[in-house]
C-alpha cells in the first residue's frame, strides 16, 4: 500500500513537472504569436492608410476631370453661340472664330478696323466691335486683345506718332480696349497687348501675306481663380 501510494506521489510529480514544462513553452510560443499578431496588425493599418490616400488622390482626379469636362462643354457652347450671333459678320469675312486649347479667339482684320496706318476705328470696324462686345458682357473669361503688324517699316510723317510697329500695334489694341468698354465689358476682364510685327500668321514678302498679318485678335480665356 505503501509502495502504490509512493508510486502514485512519484507520478504526480512528473506529471506537474510536465505540466509546468509544457506551461512555459506554451507562454513562449503565446509571446511569439502576439508579436506576429501585433506586426500584421501594424501592417493592416499601413495598408488601410494606403487604401484610404489612394482613394483620396482618386477622388482628386475624378473631380479635376469633371471639373475640365464641364469648362470644355461650356467652351463649345460659348463657341456655338458666338458662332450663331456673330454668323454674318463670318459670312462677310468680318472676322473669323477659332476655338484654340485653353479658349477661344475673334480675329479681326486690319482693314475692318482701322485706316491703313492708323489706330482710328473706322464705323464699320466700331458696328462690328459693338456687336462683338455683347457677348462679351457676362462671360466668365479673360478678355486679352492683341494687336499685330506686317513687317513693313513706318516712315514720313506717321513715324512721329506711331515710332514703330509696336507703338501701332499698342495703339490700336488700346483703341479696341476702349471701345468695348464702352460697350459695358468690365475693364477688370481685359488686357491689352501689341505683338508688333511678331508672330506673323502669314509671309510678310506678298501684299496678301501682309494684310493677313496685320489684325487684331480678341482672346478669350478662362480666369484663373487664386
Not at 510536465?18 to 506554451?26: A, F, R, T, Y
Not at 460659348?78 to 477659332?98: F, G, H, I, P, V
Not at 495703339?171 to 479696341?176: H, S
Request: with cysteine; hydrophobic share 35%.
Amino acid at each position: 500500500m505503501k509502495s502504490f501510494s509512493h508510486t502514485k506521489r512519484v507520478l504526480l510529480c512528473t506529471v506537474a513537472a510536465g505540466l509546468v514544462l509544457s506551461g512555459c513553452v506554451s507562454q513562449s510560443k503565446f509571446d511569439e504569436l502576439l508579436k506576429e499578431r501585433d506586426g500584421l496588425l501594424s501592417q493592416k493599418q499601413g495598408l488601410e492608410k494606403d487604401v484610404a490616400e489612394h482613394r483620396s488622390k482618386l477622388s482628386s482626379t475624378s473631380e479635376e476631370l469633371e471639373a475640365v469636362k464641364a469648362k470644355a462643354a461650356e467652351q463649345e457652347e460659348m463657341y456655338a453661340k458666338l458662332k450663331k450671333e456673330l454668323s454674318s459678320e463670318l459670312d462677310n469675312k468680318q472676322l473669323t472664330l477659332r476655338q484654340l486649347k485653353n479658349g477661344i479667339s475673334v480675329d479681326l482684320p486690319e482693314d475692318i478696323l482701322f485706316p491703313s496706318g492708323s489706330a482710328d476705328l473706322r464705323e464699320g470696324g466700331r458696328v462690328v466691335l459693338a456687336k462683338v462686345s455683347t457677348q462679351l458682357k457676362d462671360i466668365k473669361y479673360q478678355i486679352m486683345v492683341s494687336g499685330y503688324t506686317d513687317n513693313e517699316p513706318i516712315s514720313g510723317k506717321l513715324a512721329q506718332r506711331f515710332p514703330t510697329n509696336w507703338h501701332l500695334a499698342a495703339a490700336r489694341a488700346t483703341n479696341v480696349v476702349h471701345l468695348l468698354e464702352q460697350s459695358k465689358v468690365p475693364a477688370k476682364k481685359m488686357v491689352a497687348m501689341s505683338y508688333g510685327d511678331n508672330n506673323p500668321v502669314a509671309t510678310n514678302k506678298t501684299p496678301e501675306g501682309r494684310k493677313k498679318n496685320r489684325r487684331i485678335e480678341i482672346h478669350l480665356r478662362p480666369e484663373v481663380k487664386d
